[in-house]
């Protein structure tokens, strides 16, 4: 029996099935979630979908109603984890992605999890674990599980939108060297189950507010620093700033791709300030540029090798100074 038909067989096992992702939540997580909720329930079984967080603002076109925040109802979260029989963790290689409070309920839990991930080196906290580090998005991996138990019928329209959305949003619109010639042939498989690619497209191209464009332009005309000698491309943003263009979540995703589109550059590093700390998102071109272990190693994050977050409780302009010093060693000339 292959991993997905054990999983199927544990989805119909299961009377109280949860499905959670990680904190600060992006088109993947949101996408998987639902496409996976949508799954469990066009096979005649029912299940909730918990998240530590609000989808950012350029998702507010998906029916994101399905999910219960930890942020805004932990009673309903809690009540959640301790009827479940069975919990998938998605988009997520360790319980401490899902925010503190949420971790403390997952780990509580003596229920058998699931593990459906593409970041390296999982945790083995899972009963059951599908570490796929080659896919683009766990978004890829849903459908792959849609058809490799057998019920690639059951995909339609409203389970292709957020699976097609997480693999779009993940690949960087198809750009990054994660899109294999497979996730090629799930997003046509996609497109025959009716999803119309080109609104999703506009969706997230023509969502922007007036206040975000100008803080990206603020941002790309007053805080980019270039490090010309490593090519390396830098913006820094404070909570005053941010409060200054009337930031909301979501508003920034895009600058660190942005500024690694500058020609010539090998990565960028975009950090802002939220929530008492930085907030650190890295992005870089080609197997030689890695940045995973420089966020593993200094600002508690980690990811992809070429696309990875982090975070650091100094100052603006310390933690400025600190990855203008760890530059060097990480990006030989």
Not at 17 to 40: E, P, W
Not at 56 to 72: C, G, H, K, V, Y
Request: aromatic fraction near 6%; proline fraction near 3%; glycine fraction near 6%.
């Amino acid at each position: 029996m292959n991993i997905y038909k054990q999983i199927e067989l544990e989805i119909f096992n299961a009377s109280n099935i949860v499905i959670t992702s990680h904190k600060s939540a992006d088109g993947d997580s949101v996408g998987c979630s639902l496409g996976l909720l949508y799954f469990i329930e066009k096979l005649g079984k029912k299940a909730v979908i918990c998240h530590p967080d609000k989808a950012p603002e350029f998702l507010s076109w998906l029916d994101t109603s399905p999910i219960i925040l930890m942020s805004d109802e932990p009673q309903k979260v809690t009540a959640a984890f301790n009827q479940a029989d069975l919990i998938f963790c998605l988009d997520y290689n360790a319980t401490n992605r899902v925010g503190t409070e949420m971790q403390m309920l997952l780990e509580a839990a003596t229920c058998k999890k699931v593990m459906i991930d593409h970041h390296l080196n999982p945790e083995e906290f899972p009963t059951l674990v599908v570490s796929e580090t080659s896919a683009s998005s766990t978004s890829q991996l849903i459908v792959e599980l849609i058809e490799q138990s057998g019920h690639a019928d059951l995909l339609d329209e409203k389970m292709g939108v957020p699976l097609y959305l997480g693999i779009l949003t993940d690949t960087g619109s198809f750009r990054f060297s994660s899109v294999l010639p497979r996730t090629h042939e799930i997003l046509a498989k996609l497109l025959a189950a009716g999803v119309q690619h080109h609104l999703i497209h506009e969706m997230l191209s023509d969502n922007n507010t007036a206040s975000r464009l100008r803080l990206q332009g603020y941002a790309m005309s007053e805080k980019l620093e270039i490090m010309e000698e490593y090519q390396i491309s830098i913006i820094s943003l404070s909570k005053e700033e941010l409060t200054k263009y009337n930031y909301v979540k979501g508003d920034t995703d895009s600058l660190a791709n942005l500024a690694l589109s500058i020609k010539g550059m090998r990565a960028a590093i975009v950090f802002t300030e939220r929530d008492g700390m930085m907030k650190i998102s890295f992005r870089s071109k080609g197997k030689e540029n890695p940045v995973n272990i420089l966020a593993s190693k200094h600002f508690n994050g980690g990811g992809h090798a070429n696309a990875s977050g982090g975070m650091c409780e100094l100052s603006v302009t310390e933690t400025l100074v600190k990855i203008k010093g760890l530059i060097p060693q990480y990006f030989s000339i």
